[in-house]
């Protein structure tokens, strides 16, 4: 744990913890046929990709703390410096008081983590085997090592299935063996990237479920990195918004949600949007803060959305009607919206959250 100025407490604390990549070129197969190869080398050598810039995270012990960003926005880099599988370039970050990069076996004891999911286990082997492999590797007693994948077959439901090969598994269960080989060890702090992504809306809502037991039940810390909004609502006791490597705002589901009012949010399904749409409708509602377009696929039945935010919404319905039709540009359906996190994170940074729908 660690103590800040105000004796608060923390499980997980990063301080301007930064992190750059070499942006690796790649010729191509047909590279060599290029000219201009050692023309800017030195240019090159200079591009870097800054993944985390000076983020700043607090989290309390027993808190189920969602880190809510688009793709790219410094998630899984995150996760990997917290897990010391990467060092960071500048700043640190303690985890149950130790330090990342000067403690970092007791960091990996204080922790399980879940990055890459259900694609990290050995899919020949049954659930069961599975999870002796990764207890032998922490050195586990055998007996003790046993009765922890009973009782962890047992938490995840799958103690009927647990001889079974991970290839005959469906992607969420294999996932529910990931987070269970990351508990292996029962440790105090959960580390888990988007633990629900690809798996269908039910199974996502059962395993959600499952993590919110862990923190409510258990007491145990956990930071999950999402990009679904009503996750890190429905989830989260709180949750810090990441936009390029830095956190924007950090604070529960709610208060995060008031910070945009309620009647400010219009939003426009339309078919077929053209390049131009929100400069053209941001032209004609002077008092809107925000216009943003949310790509769907009109093929799988999902309209783009026009979120505007900002402005009494009822006033401006009749503008952005007559606007629209004037450009003959079709209306799917047109709401007056309680405010959404995707909402808040619109209006903070210009940028959307994902493309198309979430769940
Ligand atoms: N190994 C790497 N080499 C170079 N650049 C990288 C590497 N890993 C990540 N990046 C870059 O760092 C930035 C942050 O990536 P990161 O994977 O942390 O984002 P993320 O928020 O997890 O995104 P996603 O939602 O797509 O998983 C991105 O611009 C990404 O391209
Ligand atoms: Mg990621």
Not at 298 to 322: C, F, H, M, P, W
Not at 352 to 357: A, I, P, R
Request: hydrophobic share 35%; net charge positive.
């Amino acid at each position: 744990m660690v103590n800040d100025e105000k004796n608060e407490v923390f499980s997980i604390q990063t301080i301007n913890l930064t992190k750059r990549y070499a942006k690796k070129r790649h010729k191509g197969i047909l590279g060599f046929l290029r000219q201009d190869q050692n023309k800017n080398r030195q240019q090159e050598q200079n591009n870097v990709t800054v993944a985390l810039n000076n983020l700043n995270l607090e989290i309390r012990p027993g808190e189920l703390f969602g880190l809510l960003g688009p793709n790219g926005s410094g998630k899984t880099t995150t996760i990997k410096c917290l897990s010391t599988i990467l060092i960071p370039d500048e700043g640190t970050a303690k985890v149950n008081g130790f330090d990342i990069q000067k403690e970092t076996a007791m960091v990996r004891a204080s922790l399980g983590m879940v990055v890459g999911g259900e694609r990290t286990l050995y899919w020949k082997l049954t659930a069961r085997d599975n999870l002796m492999y990764f207890a032998s590797l922490y050195k586990m007693p055998k007996k003790q090592a046993k009765n922890r994948i009973e009782e962890l077959l047992n938490m995840f439901q799958l103690s009927d299935r647990a001889d079974e090969r991970l290839e005959d598994y469906s992607t969420g269960m294999r996932q529910k063996i990931a987070i269970a080989r990351a508990l292996l060890h029962d440790p105090p702090i959960l580390l888990l990237d988007e633990p629900t992504l690809g798996l269908d809306p039910g199974f996502a809502r059962q395993l959600r479920k499952q993590i919110k037991a862990l923190s409510e039940v258990d007491g145990k810390t956990v930071l999950l990195t999402t990009h679904y909004m009503e996750e890190a609502d429905k989830l989260c006791d709180r949750v810090a918004f990441i936009n390029n490597g830095s956190v924007v705002a950090v604070d529960t589901p709610n208060r995060l949600k008031a910070m945009v009012k309620e009647k400010e949010v219009l939003e426009v399904a339309v078919y077929s949007p053209p390049a131009d749409i929100e400069g053209y409708v941001r032209s004609v509602l002077p008092d809107a803060e925000v216009v943003k377009l949310i790509p769907g696929n009109e093929d799988e039945g999902n309209q783009s959305r026009l979120k505007i935010i900002g402005g009494t919404a009822e006033d401006s319905v009749g503008t952005v009607v007559d606007a629209l039709r004037k450009r003959n540009i079709r209306i799917g359906c047109l709401n007056v919206c309680v405010p959404t996190l995707e909402d808040v994170f619109i209006k903070l940074t210009g940028t959307k959250l994902s493309e198309g729908t979430s769940r």
